[in-house]
């Protein structure tokens, strides 16, 4: 669980009422257009009960509002616990949904991005550009083999084509594996081989922050290990010189030079349950676990939330700063956005580069109306003082967002004083990989507590329980649970279905999130952090026994452990505690090789920030290490039960 908070502040401040853009009117016997009508939409409370009791009808609703090729027969169906499913028999393609269907409408014509790159360079491209990029990048695939159900991985940096990547993919009905570009060869490998991909879609290289990253270079050693792939497909996004396999790699602008623009691949009309993506989070235990995602539910609620929580205006400018290598980016920059219609902003750089008010002057430039950011970020920006936010006009926007990490008040407050001239709402989202969308959220319609991320969405029965699922009752801690299954839940864990059924069975019966909550005597939540070993480090989850394996696999490491401890900036930062073999001796210069092992295997997320030699750890008499043992006197916290310890 990370540190005190801060959690004390619990004011209550009112947001401004706006109403929010229920559903189209032209759903037929809408039953939330029905509800609206009689009773309105002030009173966020009386709907969400209303949507307790109306769950199917809710969600049946909110489907309508998108294209089905083919209708669902039957809405939800429970018979095979904890495994579930949503729209059974519909007939579905997402990418449909963001792509097709606007080119009968108004939102053909419009920006889906204005996107920009690390050096400040700009492209803009509209729904129609979008649509045609991504049929020619689908037909080059198909000429490259891929077809329904491949697994296709992609490694890219945050350009217009990642995009187009991941439409043209899916659009094939093949599954995209995204890894973060972040990531080191070996994560790159694990995942590929894991998820069996026979394409992946790189970039020679890009600058984030002005560094260098090699991509193509990352990717050639990956694949000296992965023997499932065929084909690798690389952008020239720099235009560097990288070495390119014969036979097995070629340039996307060669892929599709002979492709004319006017090509159409249909989308493939796919079953609601089949996959759309897989991506690998982080557990306590094990290897990242493939987190997979299906075409019908997942598009719904993302759909719905993205409308519910955003509050989705004909001429928004939406900008969600997460990277696509994350779940934010697959929901809340490529999927909801799209099937909203919503302009976005698409950004390859970080928020200090090359000052600390980049964020803030695209807001002004693109006159963004919605910002969706990380607490890190918001906390990294505070230090360099308000003066970096005051320089810029931030009148266009209206509306906040958080997620991925618990925001102390202190950054709430100064987010919404700085950014939201002391008077926009923020929605402080929570979800997770598994969750697909955003769980728990205020929407415009509610009250705000600083640090809270105040009640569930419609439908969402989430409590805060005992281990043995009761429900603990206001303001005292607990875990955070989730009673019933929602359409974008993931379905599976891929290749590993009894991994799957732990969330459903450490507590019995319920999903199990991984969370510490408390709930106060209004029902808002406030979600604490992690009870296991994931560690999140700017909100990105790492696993402790994935920084381990990489740091035994060390000549000198003998034993290690990895905590997270509270950092100010970042939420977590981690700790590692390694053991030396014979005949190594502590020094400096072993401290930065083993931090650069740790990058050039896992990633530059992954770099401890503290290091120790340590001549033992707490082991549990079957050797398992204690690291809740280690972070407790690490911390200065009692240490609890140690009853299992090896004395
Ligand atoms: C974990 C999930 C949500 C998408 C990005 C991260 C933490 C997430 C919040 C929030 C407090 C939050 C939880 C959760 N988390 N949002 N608003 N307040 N904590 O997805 O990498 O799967 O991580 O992030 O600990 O379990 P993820």
Known sequence: MSGNLGFENTDTILSENRIFAPPSDAIENANITAYMKSKGFDDYEAFYKWSLENR???WEDMAKGLHWFEPWQKTFEWTDKPFFQWFVGGKFNIVYNCLDRHMQTPVRNKVAFYWEGDEGETRTITYEQLYTMTNQLAKGLQNLGVKKGDRVAIYMPAIPEQVVALLAVARLGAVHTVIFGGFAASALSDRINDAQAKVVITADGNYRGGKLIQLKHITDEALQDTPTIEKAVVVRRLGIDVSMQEGRDIYYDELLKDIPEDTIVPCEPMDSEDLLYILYTSGSTGRPKGVVHVQGGYGVGVYTTTKFVFDIKDD???????????????????????????TSVMFESTPTYPAPDRLWS???RFKVTTIYTSPTAIRGLMRFGEEWPAKHDLSSLRLLGTVGEPINPEA??????????????IMDTWWQT???MILISPTIRQPLKPGSATRPM???????????GVSVGSDKGGFLVVRHPWPSQMRTIYGDPERYKTYWETIPDVYFAGDAATIDKEGYLRIQGRVDDVIKVSGHRLGSMEIESSLVSHPAIAEAAAIGKPDPVKGEHVKVFVILRNGFEPSEELVKEIKLHVRTTVGALAVPDEL????SLPKTRSGK?????IRAKELGQEVGDTSTLDA
Not at 319 to 341: K, Q
Not at 612 to 615: C, D, H, R, S
């Open 362 to 364: 695209i807001v002004e």
């Open 612 to 615: 120790e030699f340590a001549p």
């Open 434 to 436: 598994e969750t697909g």
């Open 56 to 58: 199917f009808e809710f």
């Open 412 to 425: 709430w407050m100064w987010y919404r004083k700085n950014i939201g001239r002391n008077e926009l709402p």
């Open 458 to 468: 419609p439908t969402i029965e989430a409590d805060v329980v005992d281990k043995n």
């Open 316 to 342: 928004d400018v939406y900008w969600c700063t997460a990277d696509i290598g994350w779940v934010t980016g697959h929901s809340y920059i490529v999927y909801g956005p799209l099937m909203n219609g919503v």
């Open 625 to 629: 290490i204690m690291r809740r043992v």
